[in-house]
């Protein structure tokens, strides 16, 4: 089984858990239930709470979403899930200036725990009061609009607007990759 | 696209340091949230051209600068007035004012100190506030002396004479995070010597709790000094791991679990093939 695994990080509300569950409502396959579900596992041994969502595309390609924690903080469930993440999405509600810093701060502990690409992923822009995603950028710490991330927007609740997200995540990531054999 | 919120959640050092990182050129308005008890409300209005501040007010019939003016006693009300009829349409006010040989520098200097640090700083205090950023607001040359500042030293003034950091609390960073220096080498900003003393802390290893032990400074206090290096764009709060996992939890004594995962240790993905990540984009495209 080829498995990618994704983390989707950011402040409480900020729609990770939607969004993991409009992953999985595009689950075509389920052949395997069984206890060989990793993310079970790490649950069973565990009491964190955290999202788990799975896509499979192929008999044995799948795609692994994991959703860190908001309860606890940077803990060690985290470094876990961040140290086998091929790469990660770090979601923010663009109405929330209150939950910025809060981004930034996510922001820094998976840099510093992670070198993994990332993008950033604007939630909520269909809400009053949504800030525009230059402004956004300037405030998560990104004065630079040539070195920064991509910035995608999202509606955590609509399949095809997360499928796009997941898209311009993993071209961001393998854009090598996808070019050369395409 | 305008800027707007409130500052209980995006507060004014933070605001500052979007519209100078920004370079952003328009007006600031910071309007008070009424006052239970007079009902009151009031508008502070603060323009900035490309990051900087160039002047602040009030009210936006463009006599600010000239009431200061004569409130000084300098000159009357009427013959500033005049006066500045015969100023270029693109020159400050004060400038113009300096040129025609009506204003010393010194005076100048005073005035921008009354209308722009003084006024400003004190809106660091507000608990709470809505603001707006207009970036179509025209350059208010009536209201400009020609001097400028930096949202930086505002900030940093502002926030050294701040007593009561009750509605920052949540901006601060926290006593177990560390700090992490995002400039080259030295800050060029004029620091106090606590200041420095923090600075020296910023390498993303030392908590700021531990670090308020070793300088024997109350931990509130290093708090608030590392908001001053976050929000003045040198250092950046940087979540240390939380404790290690507890010893009952030996993820990798589970046979059943996949090997890469249980092994909480070795780093990294496995990489996946090219085959791979078409099926999935092809996939995935489907449902968009
Ligand atoms: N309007 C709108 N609501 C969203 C969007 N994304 C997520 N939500 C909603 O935001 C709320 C919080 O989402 P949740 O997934 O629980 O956030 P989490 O705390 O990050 O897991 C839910 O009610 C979602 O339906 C969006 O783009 N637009
Ligand atoms: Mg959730």
Same mark, same amino acid.
């Given at each position: 089984?080829?498995?990618?695994?994704?983390?989707?990080?950011?402040?409480?509300?900020?729609?990770?858990?939607?969004?993991?569950?409009?992953?999985?409502?595009?689950?075509?396959?389920?052949?395997?239930?069984?206890?060989? $579900?990793?993310?079970?596992?790490?649950?069973?041994?565990?009491?964190?709470?955290?999202?788990?969502?799975?896509?499979?595309?192929?008999?044995?390609?799948?795609? !692994?979403?994991?959703?860190?924690?908001?309860?606890?903080?940077? $803990?060690?469930?985290? $470094?876990?899930?961040?140290?086998?993440? !091929?790469?990660?999405?770090?979601?923010?509600?663009?109405?929330?200036? !209150?939950?910025?810093?809060?981004?930034?701060?996510?922001?820094?502990?998976?840099?510093?725990?992670?070198?993994?690409?990332?993008?950033?992923?604007?939630?909520?822009?269909?809400?009053?009061?949504?800030? $525009?995603?230059?402004?956004?950028?300037?405030?998560?710490?990104?004065?630079?609009?040539?070195?920064?991330?991509?910035?995608?927007?999202?509606?955590?609740?609509?399949?095809?607007?997360?499928?796009?997200?997941?898209?311009?995540?993993?071209?961001?990531?393998?854009?090598?990759?996808?070019?050369?054999?395409? | 696209?305008?800027?707007?919120?409130?500052?209980?959640?995006?507060?004014?050092?933070?605001?500052?340091?979007?519209?100078?990182?920004?370079?952003?050129?328009?007006?600031?308005?910071?309007?008070?949230?009424?006052?239970?008890?007079?009902?009151?409300?009031?508008?502070?209005?603060?323009?900035?051209?490309?990051?900087?501040?160039?002047?602040?007010?009030?009210?936006?019939?463009?006599?600010?600068?000239?009431?200061?003016?004569?409130?000084?006693?300098?000159?009357?009300?009427?013959?500033?007035?005049?006066?500045?009829?015969?100023?270029?349409?693109?020159?400050?006010?004060?400038?113009?004012?300096?040129?025609?040989?009506?204003?010393?520098?010194?005076?100048?200097?005073?005035?921008?100190?009354?209308?722009?640090?003084?006024?400003?700083?004190?809106?660091?205090?507000?608990?709470?506030?809505?603001?707006?950023?207009?970036?179509?607001?025209?350059?208010?040359?009536?209201?400009?002396?020609?001097?400028?500042?930096?949202?930086?030293?505002?900030?940093?003034?502002?926030?050294?004479?701040?007593?009561?950091?009750?509605?920052?609390?949540?901006? *601060?960073?926290?006593?177990?995070?560390?700090?992490?220096?995002?400039?080259?080498?030295?800050?060029?900003?004029?620091?106090?010597?606590?200041?420095?003393?923090?600075? %020296?802390?910023?390498?993303?290893?030392? /908590?700021?709790?531990?670090?308020?032990?070793?300088?024997?400074?109350?931990?509130?206090?290093?708090?608030?000094?590392?908001?001053?290096?976050?929000?003045?764009?040198?250092?950046?709060?940087?979540?240390?791991?939380?404790?290690?996992?507890?010893?009952? *939890? /030996?993820?990798?004594?589970?046979? %059943?679990?996949?090997?890469?995962?249980?092994?909480?240790?070795?780093?990294?993905?496995?990489?996946?093939?090219?085959?791979?990540?078409?099926?999935?984009?092809?996939?995935?495209?489907?449902?968009?």
């Amino acid at each position: 089984m080829e498995i990618m695994r994704l983390v989707v990080t950011g402040p409480v509300g900020a729609g990770k858990s939607t969004f993991i569950r409009s992953v999985s409502e595009i689950e075509v396959v389920d052949t395997d239930r069984r206890a060989t $579900d990793e993310a079970l596992l790490i649950k069973k041994r565990t009491t964190v709470a955290f999202d788990f969502g799975r896509l499979q595309f192929g008999p044995d390609m799948a795609l !692994h979403l994991y959703g860190t924690p908001g309860q606890s903080r940077f $803990d060690f469930m985290w $470094d876990i899930l961040i140290q086998k993440a !091929h790469a990660y999405i770090l979601l923010v509600a663009a109405h929330r200036p !209150h939950e910025f810093r809060e981004a930034r701060r996510i922001m820094m502990f998976m840099k510093q725990r992670s070198p993994v690409p990332m993008i950033i992923g604007l939630t909520h822009t269909d809400c009053p009061g949504a800030w $525009d995603a230059a402004n956004i950028a300037l405030a998560l710490g990104y004065p630079n609009p040539s070195r920064r991330p991509p910035v995608v927007t999202v509606n955590a609740n609509e399949t095809a607007s997360v499928a796009q997200a997941v898209i311009a995540l993993v071209q961001h990531t393998w854009s090598g990759s996808l070019a050369a054999t395409s | 696209m305008t800027v707007t919120g409130y500052l209980a959640d995006f507060s004014l050092p933070e605001l500052f340091q979007l519209l100078e990182q920004g370079n952003k050129t328009g007006l600031l308005t910071i309007c008070t949230l009424a006052d239970t008890k007079t009902a009151e409300r009031y508008n502070h209005h603060i323009w900035f051209s490309q990051g900087q501040i160039v002047a602040a007010g009030n009210t936006l019939d463009q006599r600010g600068l000239m009431g200061l003016i004569a409130r000084r006693g300098w000159m009357g009300d009427n013959a500033v007035s005049r006066l500045a009829q015969t100023c270029q349409i693109n020159t400050p006010l004060g400038l113009c004012l300096k040129n025609q040989g009506v204003l010393t520098a010194e005076q100048l200097k005073l005035l921008f100190y009354t209308q722009v640090m003084r006024q400003v700083c004190a809106l660091f205090a507000l608990p709470d506030g809505w603001f707006q950023f207009d970036p179509k607001a025209p350059t208010p040359r009536a209201e400009m002396t020609g001097l400028i500042a930096t949202a930086t030293d505002v900030t940093l003034a502002g926030l050294r004479a701040l007593k009561d950091w009750a509605a920052l609390d949540e901006k *601060l960073p926290a006593p177990t995070s560390a700090l992490v220096s995002v400039i080259e080498g030295k800050p060029n900003l004029r620091l106090n010597p606590n200041e420095w003393q923090v600075w %020296e802390f910023t390498n993303g290893t030392m /908590a700021v709790a531990d670090v308020a032990k070793q300088l024997n400074l109350p931990v509130a206090k290093v708090q608030q000094i590392a908001f001053r290096l976050i929000v003045t764009g040198l250092a950046e709060e940087m979540p240390l791991m939380a404790a290690p996992p507890p010893s009952s *939890l /030996a993820l990798d004594d589970a046979p %059943e679990l996949e090997p890469s995962i249980a092994s909480g240790k070795t780093a990294g993905a496995a990489p996946v093939s090219a085959s791979f990540l078409q099926n999935l984009v092809g996939f995935l495209k489907s449902k968009v």
